[in-house]
């Protein structure tokens, strides 16, 4: 099995730019999970699908952020517009029901 | 409160030194527990899960203990390879009937083996 596969892996952009965040979750796996961390909060949770359907999204920063999941294989999470405090590793991350979280090798945002 | 809290360190500890992390988690509906290992600048990965009766898995060993809602983890005669952020993480049912689960990551634990 592949594993959860992000891209890209780095990511550099200006501010006001729109950035998407792709993730390809394990076949089978009918949680997504979508988390940012930084030094100072750690890991977020952003927001989560559950077979493909939204569940919470009540870590979404603000309307800037979102994230669509059009399949059980594909997710994207997009900011726009970007501002430098939303520089940080984005991961994303699959499960099946109760099973432990698999994390993709995330995404590594810097907005200047 | 925090769903879930740990200490963050950093543990210092010489090479061969048992050391113990807890973690204290707040809502009693919680399902299942897990200890996460992340070292700098990769993503979080599996270490164990953590059964209510315990269990071992070579150095390791994980605790529950329910009625305190809390969990630990011991890592006896440490390695230098041991040094990593260790995470826990609580999976909550979320609402009533809904059958959905939320994973809850503390901030982490960092631990330092030194030579």
């Known amino acids: 099995d592949a594993g959860v596969i992000q891209s890209p892996r780095h990511e550099v952009t200006e501010m006001g730019q729109e950035v998407t965040l792709r993730c390809k979750p394990i076949?089978?796996?009918?949680?997504l999970f979508w988390y940012r961390q930084t030094m100072m909060r750690g890991l977020e949770l952003l927001i989560y699908?559950?077979?493909?359907?939204?569940?919470?999204d009540s870590g979404m920063p603000e309307d800037r952020f979102s994230a669509k999941m059009p399949n059980a294989s594909f997710s994207t999470l997009k900011i726009q517009p970007s501002e430098p405090r939303d520089s940080a590793v984005y991961f994303c991350a699959s499960s099946g029901h109760e099973t432990p979280l698999h994390f993709g090798n995330g995404t590594r945002l810097t907005v200047t | 409160r925090k769903e879930v809290e740990q200490d963050p360190g950093p543990f210092n500890v010489p090479e061969g030194a048992t050391v113990a992390f807890n973690c204290t988690y707040s809502?009693?509906?919680?399902?299942?527990f897990f200890w996460y290992r992340q070292d700098c600048r990769k993503e979080p990965k599996l270490l164990m899960s953590?059964?209510?009766s315990g269990n071992e898995d070579g150095r390791f060993t994980a605790q529950l203990n329910r009625a305190s809602q809390y969990i630990s983890l011991l890592i006896r005669d440490s390695k230098l390879s041991d040094s990593a952020t260790y995470l826990c993480?609580?999976?909550?049912?979320?609402?009533?009937?809904?059958?959905?689960?939320?994973?809850?990551f503390g901030t982490g634990t960092r631990l330092l083996v030194s030579p």
């Open positions: 699908f559950n077979n493909n359907v939204p569940i919470d």
């Open positions: 993480v609580v999976n909550i049912r979320v609402g009533v009937n809904t059958g959905f689960q939320k994973l809850v």
């Open positions: 809502n009693s509906a919680s399902q299942s």
């Open positions: 953590v059964y209510s």
């Open positions: 076949s089978g796996h009918d949680y």
